[in-house]
């Protein structure tokens, strides 16, 4: 049976890096086993899903590179989860209820009080024909309930091991609410049956939802996948990322904090693995690397100043023909090779290209505090063609002519090249720079 996973996100909000490290988890898996990967809108809280959110995750899941084999919205297979809840019902697992939101909520209060699980009482079972019919005529409409056996569940997690939950311990879940609609617990069963999922990937607040699943799929008479339960990020204070949601998110991390999709990878695909995280320039060098027994079952901590200096590295180790077309998507046209390699040393995000293209590239109002001294210098600048060469031989020559040495020589000639304090190398900026700007910028010269 070849492996099928699902990514299955509910397009309630922005994909953040807690969710996008499941997409990747899913996909690196799929990709190592040859296997398929589904993408899943989970839908059917139509109250909070909104389509421009499905779009974001598509858009965010698309600049990772995590490609989708199969796809799928839950809003559209509302008949399917008819079809299993009438299965449901005609096997005696699903059975009316008609509490109210506040009788239930008295009833777990009640038992929390005396120091009691929260689990439902069942009294919906004791009710007759009788008070069914009365409850309704009062207008009560019901919400279905599963009835789940008082057996233990059991299965052997690829990341927690063997898990074990007595059945006695949890509660009937709801599966239909009172205007009909499927719940996540029912819908989730039904699409990862029907889709052939044989690996159900997902964060650890489902483990208890998987032991009550387990009994779905069983009383559907659907084979029980696989299960690995990664355990959820939390930020480097160990604190949960839900309250940083909104600035943690893929967005955020693509517009505001310029990061490159293969630093979040390299980052998200190793953290809380037994790997060192290194940058890594494609998705196939860690598709090699992936294996889900690497996966530790402690909280891995996300801190986004490790992101942003791996984008850095990452950056330094990038050939330039792997980011030609997004330079050029981001309207630096004229770049090549040289340049790039000339300042991605230099370089925290590819923003910062901006700032040494304009050196080389666009006007520059020099520094001069000794103009004698850096005019003296124009005067020695070689013809051209320039190479990487020419930044020894001259500062050689200008060393001879001054006495100068050492910083007293090399920095008046940055600041007035560059106009600024540091930067990259001089001997890979100067033939980008030319004979022409250097001389007017040596001589005062905005060039
Ligand atoms: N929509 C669910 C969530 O985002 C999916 C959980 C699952 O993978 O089954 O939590």
């Given at each position: 049976m070849s492996v099928a996973v699902r990514f299955a996100p509910s397009p309630t909000g922005l994909l953040h890096v807690g969710n996008v490290r499941l997409a990747l988890v899913n996909w690196l898996f799929a990709r190592k086993a040859g296997g398929s990967f589904l993408l899943r809108m989970d839908d059917t809280d139509e109250e909070r899903s909104k389509p421009e959110y499905a779009q974001g995750i598509e858009a965010d899941l698309t600049w990772l590179g995590l490609s989708w084999d199969r796809f799928a919205r839950e809003s559209d297979r509302y008949a399917r989860y008819d079809e299993a809840a009438d299965a449901l019902k005609a096997a005696g697992r699903l059975y009316p209820c008609y509490e109210t939101a506040e009788e239930l909520s008295l009833k777990r209060a009640s038992l929390l009080s005396q120091g009691r699980p929260p689990i439902y009482d069942r009294s919906a079972l004791r009710l007759t024909d009788a008070d069914r019919a009365r409850l309704e005529g009062e207008g009560r409409k019901p919400h279905w309930r599963f009835k789940l056996e008082h057996a233990p569940v059991e299965w052997t997690d690829l990341v927690r091991g063997p898990v074990h939950f007595e059945g006695t311990a949890l509660s009937d879940p709801v599966l239909i609410r009172e205007d009909g609609r499927p719940l996540y617990t029912l819908t989730s069963v039904v699409d990862d049956a029907d889709f052939a999922i044989t690996h159900v990937i997902r964060g650890e607040d489902h483990v208890a939802n998987t032991a009550v699943q387990i009994q779905i799929w069983q009383a559907l008479g659907a084979a029980v996948p696989g299960f690995a339960h990664l355990p959820l990020l939390t930020d480097a204070g160990g604190q949960g990322l839900s309250k940083r949601l909104g600035s943690l998110s893929v967005t955020s991390l693509r517009e505001?904090?310029?990061?490159?999709p293969m630093a979040l990878a390299s980052l998200l695909a190793k953290l809380g693995t037994s790997d060192a995280i290194e940058p890594r320039l494609t998705l196939d060098e860690l598709v090699a690397e992936f294996a889900m027994e690497k996966v530790s079952r402690a909280t891995p901590k996300f801190d986004l100043e490790e992101l942003k200096r791996l984008n850095a590295r990452l950056l330094h180790a990038t050939p330039f023909e792997a980011v030609r077309a997004e330079l050029d998507g981001r309207g630096f046209h004229g770049v090549d090779a040289a340049f790039w390699e000339a300042v991605r040393p230099n370089l925290e995000t590819l923003a910062d290209v901006a700032a040494w293209w304009s050196v080389t590239h666009a006007p520059v109002a020099p520094l001069v505090e000794d103009a004698a001294f850096t005019q003296a210098a124009a005067g020695l600048l070689p013809e051209e063609p320039w190479d990487a060469a020419t930044w020894g031989a001259w500062t050689n020559a200008v060393k001879q002519a001054t006495g100068r040495k050492g910083k007293e020589l090399f920095h008046p000639l940055r600041l007035a090249l560059t106009g600024r304090e540091h930067g990259p190398e001089l001997k890979n900026l100067l033939p980008l720079i030319g004979r022409v700007r250097a001389v007017r910028r040596l001589n005062g010269e905005t060039a």
């Open positions: 505001e904090e310029g990061i490159q």
